[in-house]
């Protein structure tokens, strides 16, 4: 079996935008369970979500800006750890940065409940 790498990287793209629907459809689905439960920890874990999705955005983007190395090469399991590593670094973020993202989303989402 024969692996051509440009075509590895294509389909993680297309993985990684199909990942991003998927997470937003995931939000929209946590948002109603929230707002249909009255439940306010619900509606804050879910704003913390979608602020991780917009921040891994941001970062893979910026990544994207980033000269390959040439040492390490340009490989498809470089890119999966890559992808790992800024998720886990998305989902940091979100949780311990103040960027007011999931505030602002949480304060106006919670007039509803």
């Given at each position: 079996m024969n692996v051509n790498p440009v075509n590895s990287i294509d389909e993680m793209n297309?993985?990684?935008q199909l990942n991003?629907?998927?997470?937003t459809d995931a939000f929209q689905k946590a948002i109603q369970d929230a707002m249909n439960s009255k439940d306010?920890?619900?509606?804050?874990?879910?704003?913390?979500?979608?602020e991780a999705?917009?921040?891994?955005q941001m970062?893979?983007?910026?990544?994207?800006?980033?000269?390959k190395d040439p040492l390490i090469g340009?490989?498809?399991?470089?890119?999966?750890f890559?992808?790992?590593?800024?998720?886990n670094y998305a989902q940091s973020i979100a949780k311990n940065a103040n960027l007011g993202i999931a505030?602002?989303?949480?304060?106006?989402?919670?007039k509803k409940i």
């Open positions: 297309q993985l990684n991003i629907k998927t997470n306010k920890e619900k509606l804050k874990e879910a704003c913390q979500d979608l999705v917009f921040v891994n970062l893979t983007e910026m990544r994207n800006t980033i000269p340009d490989d498809f399991a470089t890119d999966v890559t992808t790992m590593m800024y998720d505030d602002a989303m949480y304060n106006q989402l919670s």
